[in-house]
Structures are given as C-alpha cells and as structure tokens.
C-alpha cells in the first residue's frame, strides 16, 4: 500500500539551485496537487493537475513548475531556489469528479533554501 | 485573501475536556467541507467531512457542526485524549475546479 510517495524527504539547497521534488501515487487518481505548509499559513496550493498533460496554477505558483506526463507522477521543479521558498511541501492525490473525494497526502518533503 | 479562516491558532485543554475549532468560509460554490489531522513529521489524513445539507455529522468522538446560513462550521472533540495532541485543520472544496482550500490550522494540546 504505497499510497502517495515523495522523494526526496530532505533537502538544502543554496540559493539559486535548481532541483525537483518528485511525487508517484499508485491508485489511479486523476487529480493531483502540491501544497507547501508554513507556520501561520496553513498549507497553500502551489500547482494541481486534473490529468495527464493538464495543469494548473493554484493560490501561491510563483517560482514554480510542474507537468503531468502520466496519470502517476507529478514532479514540483524549482527552476531557481529562493530562501522564501524554505517550506515543508506536501504532494497529494485523489479520485477526480465529486467535490467530496477523499485527498491522499503523501509524508512531505522538507527543503531549506540558504 | 483568505477562503477558509480558521481559528484558534493554539489550544489547549485538560484530558477529557471539548475542544473546539472553528472555520469560515465565503465562497458559496464550496459544498465539501472537511477536517484533517496531522501530526508532526506526517502529512495531513482525513478526520471527518460534512457537505452542506446536514447540520451536524459525528464519527466516533469527533463531530462537525455545520452552519450554511452563517457560513461557519467547527469541529468539536468530545472526551479528548492526549493521543489528539495535533494539529487541525479544515479545508472547503466545490465549484469549477475543486480545488481543496485549507485553513491556517490549529494545534491542539491534550493535557494529561
């Protein structure tokens, strides 16, 4: 039972790296999402995705990238890292159609940015 | 500008005391409204959910009140256990895109 897995769950980057979180779900949902939770914030939609080679920007996109090649893998690319971008990111997946739809969440990825 | 507003930031309350949280929304596109827990180092799981035409739904020790004319709804512990030490936080989705909008959360304290 995987569920939502992400990779890697650790990182620092200094400022102006490039890298890419990766996030694979195996339970066929079409919907899948990143969120980043800081303290005081709650967690924020960075970018969603309602299936393959479908993307869209949620509440926070700047400074990121995502695309949706296939129905399981949905990468979060920071092309320049920024110290505001020193968050915990969450990638999450759920059955597309109904509102009500259970979200899956995977463990998180903690990335800091010096 | 914050969709889901949720309040308190922090809470604390003895073993067996009723912790309440609670969360408004504006967006009247929202019918989906659910609570997650999540304790630290883990990602959010679901706790509970209601859609807008019932009041109140319990599960177990846990129920939602839910008021749509208001456009408020809480969460409500009974009997809590140091075991719900976490934080809380609601969410709304609906309309277009059913994007899942959270609130800023709270985290919860259970004295023994």
């Known amino acids: 039972n995987a569920g939502v897995t992400q990779t890697p769950k650790f990182q620092v980057l200094k400022t102006g790296q490039s890298m890419t979180l990766q996030c694979a779900q195996d339970?066929?949902?079409?919907?899948m999402s990143w969120y980043r939770q800081d303290p005081g914030m709650g967690l924020r939609l960075i970018h969603y995705s309602v299936g393959a080679g479908i993307t869209d920007q949620g509440e926070v996109p700047n400074g990121y990238n995502v695309s949706r090649s296939t129905t399981e893998d949905f990468p979060l690319r920071l092309l320049s890292a920024a110290p505001s971008q020193t968050s915990v990111y969450f990638c999450a997946s759920r059955r597309q159609g109904s509102s009500g739809n259970t979200i899956y969440f995977g463990e998180g990825s903690w990335l800091t940015v010096v | 500008q914050q969709q889901v507003k949720q309040s308190p930031q922090s809470l604390i309350v003895q073993k067996g005391g009723i912790p309440i949280i609670n969360c408004a929304y504006e967006?009247?596109?929202?019918?989906?409204f659910p609570w997650y827990q999540q304790f630290p180092g883990k990602g959010p799981a679901l706790l509970i959910a209601i859609r807008p035409d019932v009041s109140e739904k319990k599960e177990g020790r846990f129920t939602i009140s839910f008021n749509k004319s208001a456009k408020q709804f809480s969460l409500h512990i009974m009997d809590s256990q140091p075991g719900d030490s976490a934080t809380y936080f609601c969410a709304a989705s609906g309309g277009a895109t059913n994007k899942l909008i959270f609130g800023t959360g709270t985290l919860l304290a259970v004295q023994p």
């Open positions: 339970m066929n949902h079409e919907y």
């Open positions: 967006n009247t596109a929202f019918d989906y």
